[in-house]
């Protein structure tokens, strides 16, 4: 092919990069053992049509060329939401990156084709062409991986909203506008009918819509991971004060409870009638509950237990406690407080949204079994829950503002090598929570300590 006929950059260009660039956006995402099979497919079939509805629409102009990038956009958007299984705001953002992505590959691998054959033969070669879009798809592909290792390693977990997608696509329709100009019309001020020319407009403008995604990602993510971090530490500043007052309170009603208990010793020793008799006896009755608190072996459990207890005796629920609290020696009294505080509040909640009253159950085992601490929460729940990476997701409407207290709950374990997973089984959403106990090591030495 003459130099003179490659203005045009072949469709299998692009329909290569866009297709490898779902895949670069994919990457953190992937999944392994759900679904194989209908991904597979569906990667191939999308391949498939990318390159023949480029290769026929290669060379059109103006409406006709809007009107097939806007099909092939639509069509990518679907193909991510298939495969991500995400909500459409989130394909919607992830098309723009993979949009863009792609672009930048396919410019710069075309560019480099024709500066090579303007320097070698004065013609361009099928195998110049493989060659120059396989080492350009390659290293972006590399470099592309490489830079979400660095930067964006919790992707999964990044919150997109409305607004990122809007913004994100704004920019890239913008850039994109900018660097195909020139295929679009050759009368604007900023059109040109050179083929060296063009070919850097467009690499160069894509670079930076490239550059531009990757600098608002790594924003959005620090941003994210310091809310994130504030909204943790708030929620167990506030699991730590409602312990303190709790602790508090329950010293108090504690003291009274003692001088009440023998001030009706005194009573019924005076008392001389059987009518007497009978409203000590239910006078009593009525103060023995205070004494009936939890007694774990671990002072700030016994608060939060004892606390949540009464929370469950005024709502009807039923509140079973296993626990050996001497194996929590190693946390300190707000990772407690928080864990714990957390866990029941959530149980608690939906143990609430019972309308059967015999279903309010919700029980907690701390025991030890096999060297490791396992911490057991059920509650009955009949509703259909969704996982994700064995956590739940939150059925609450604005769901970006909420589940921080399981997020909570898993840097707390996280911190001391354990884990945290979340399942319904029969109608009983458990949580189970083990933490390795023998040779431990310390969170803030590093050096190794055998717990209790």
Not at 198 to 207: G, P, S, V
Not at 389 to 416: C, E, F, I, R, W
Not at 424 to 430: A, I
């Amino acid at each position: 092919m003459e130099l003179a006929e490659i203005r045009n950059t072949p469709g299998c260009f692009y329909a290569i990069a866009y297709w490898l660039a779902v895949f670069l956006i994919y990457y953190p995402f992937r999944r392994r053992g759900k679904h194989i099979l209908a991904r597979v497919v569906a990667g191939i079939g999308m391949l498939a049509f990318l390159l023949v509805f480029m290769e026929a629409t290669k060379g059109v102009r103006n409406d006709l060329f809007i009107l097939s990038m806007a099909v092939i956009y639509c069509l990518i958007c679907v193909y991510i939401r298939f495969l991500f299984g995400c909500r459409w705001t989130e394909a919607g953002y992830f098309c723009a990156e993979s949009i863009m992505t792609g672009e930048f590959m396919a410019s710069l691998s075309w560019q480099l084709c024709y500066y090579l054959a303007r320097h070698l033969s004065g013609r361009l070669t099928v195998w110049l062409e493989i060659t120059c879009m396989l080492g350009v798809y390659s290293a972006c592909i590399m470099v592309g991986i490489l830079l979400k290792r660095r930067y964006l390693r919790d992707g999964t977990d990044a919150v997109i909203t409305r607004r990122d997608t809007v913004v994100i696509w704004i920019s890239v329709l913008s850039i994109i506008s900018i660097s195909n100009l020139s295929y679009i019309t050759s009368n604007s001020l900023f059109s040109s009918t050179n083929a060296w020319e063009i070919f850097m407009l467009r690499t160069m403008a894509d670079a930076c819509g490239v550059i531009l995604i990757i600098a608002y990602r790594v924003q959005a993510r620090e941003m994210q991971t310091r809310l994130e971090r504030d909204a943790l530490h708030s929620i167990n500043e506030m699991q730590y004060r409602t312990y303190r007052l709790s602790r508090e309170s329950i010293d108090m009603v504690n003291q009274k409870y003692h001088d009440l208990k023998h001030q009706i010793v005194l009573l019924r020793e005076e008392a001389g009638s059987a009518r007497s008799k009978e409203y000590l006896d239910q006078m009593e009755q009525e103060i023995r509950i205070y004494e009936d608190q939890n007694k774990t072996g671990n002072r700030v459990l016994d608060v939060v237990l004892t606390a949540k207890s009464a929370h469950c005796r005024a709502k009807d629920i039923e509140l079973k406690v296993i626990a050996d609290g001497s194996l929590l020696s190693f946390m300190d009294d707000m990772e407690i407080s928080a864990l714990f505080g957390n866990m029941l509040d959530n149980a608690i909640e939906n143990a609430e949204r019972q309308p059967d009253h015999e279903k309010r159950l919700v029980s907690l085992y701390v025991t030890r079994e096999k060297g490791f601490l396992l911490i057991r929460m059920q509650n009955y729940c009949d509703e259909k829950l969704k996982f994700k990476n064995g956590m739940p997701v939150t059925t609450k409407a604005d769901h970006h503002l909420h589940g921080y207290g399981m997020k909570s709950m898993q840097k707390t374990v996280q911190k001391y090598n354990g884990s945290v997973v979340a399942a319904q089984e029969n109608n009983w959403f458990v949580l189970r929570i083990l933490i390795p106990l023998k040779e431990m090591p310390d969170p803030h030495t590093g050096k190794e300590n055998a717990t209790p």
